[in-house]
């Protein structure tokens, strides 16, 4: 066997040249955004009111969440606000801090596998209660309560 690789170290290999690298799925049309397993769009502003103490989302003003399965970030610099809003399944919302505990880099939602997945190299898990499933993210992430309530989603802050 000399000179030649084995299959393990052409894995090995290729699991270093894309370790930087997210291979994401391809969006879907044009016409709503829809998040992927390696991004996920802004909320729109048109859908979203900011209270002191809660967030309340008109979901027929958010197309990027109407679709089980997508997720849309909410971004407020002045609030300080970083989360990520998922449609788990028809009437299933979820709510959670969109950064990992372990690097502080986003976090993107895996619709196939119904897991929250950080986009680091080292792609920390988490499930949708925000429990870490797979380090190396040394605890879970803040989630928020989130009420579906007459066609708007209500997130405690």
Known sequence: MDGQITRREM????????SGACVC??????????S???HAPDLE????????KSLT????KAPSLE??????????????LDIIVVHAERDEYFALSRFCTHAYRPISYIRTRK??????????????TGQVVKGPA??????????LVAGTLQITL
């Open 138 to 147: 040394p605890e879970p992430i803040k989630s928020y309560a989130a009420k």
């Open 11 to 18: 894995i090995y290999g290729s699991a270093l040249v894309l």
């Open 45 to 52: 502003p048109e859908s979203l009111t900011i209270g002191q």
């Open 36 to 38: 992927t397993n390696c």
């Open 25 to 34: 799925q391809v969006a879907g049309g044009a016409d709503k955004p829809r």
């Open 57 to 60: 989302i008109d979901l027929a």
């Open 67 to 80: 679709a089980v399965g997508n997720a849309a970030y909410i971004m407020d610099k002045d609030r300080k």
């Open 115 to 128: 897991l929250l997945m950080c986009n680091n190299a080292s792609h920390s898990i988490f499930d949708l």
